[in-house]
């Protein structure tokens, strides 16, 4: 075990040093702070805590703040951080945040390609199809195909809420697959959940970190993942690909933004800090078992990711017809 932290130590040690003059030249007085638009202990808030440990040391001993500032679907969180102008403040992007919400909602407190630079994607997020065992009586994906064609429009999925990544993932496989569900939004995500674990809705489209839990448990049963192969964690559950939908192979992902007045030098810098933070072993050990893979892009790329999201998932919400307000 000593030797365990031994390693662990020297590693984040040495990924400091590596650009240690870039932090000395940035003021590390002010804490750093980081806004998390959605509530804590859920997928999104996982990712910076899994580094909160870590980035301190990378950053030349700033200090770094975690702030959750949940609500409209991450919207209330997000618009604060486009507002900030101290060149501390950043914020977990998400493909809610930033793909999705640009694509539903005709009006926004925040607009998800002008008012940010993106940082660094983090790190990429599989996404699950669950039920509930004891409701529906499939044992794979292809029985619970045939399940739903045998019963157009009598089954229903939840959702953290109408316009969500979980709305748009149930839209995207009622189209590919060809079957009818009723869709059955909730009010956030632990209702959500909470209602398909206690045997109100059968079925549930959610990102592999939170579900993963239940599904050990066997209070959930996977039907297939979005990732480009079986995962470590889930090894005898396919990829949807594998059960013949690579259309709903794509994982969700969360990242980091900052204001688009954020300095270049600031932006440069807690991108590196992120990539390194990403290689420390404590950290990568906590992102594997949460069903996490660390990516750490560039700004550049993240930035057109970003783009790239928005124009999907617009194509997405006019396919199903998703538009609130």
Known sequence: MQRRQFICTAAASAVASSFSGLAQAQDTARPLRIVVPFPAGGSTDMVPRNMQDVLPKLLGGQAVVIENKAGAGGSIGMAEVARANDGVTFGI??????????AVFKKLPYDALNDFVGVTEIVKAPGVIVINPKLVPAKNFAEFVAYLKANPGKVSYA?????????????????????DMHHIPYRGAGPAINDVLGGQVPVYFDQVASSLPHIKSGKLRALAVSWHERLDVLPDVPTYAQSGHPDLNDPSWFGLVAPKSTPAAQVERMQKAI???????AVKQRMAAQGLYPSGTSSADFTKQIASEVTKMKKVAASADIHLD
């Open 159 to 179: 959702t953290p809420g109408n316009g969500t990544i979980g709305h748009m993932w149930g839209a995207q496989f009622i189209k590919s697959t060809g079957t």
């Open 275 to 281: 990539v390194a933070a990403l290689k420390d072993p």
């Open 93 to 102: 992007a998400t493909l809610s945040t930033h793909g999705v919400n640009p």
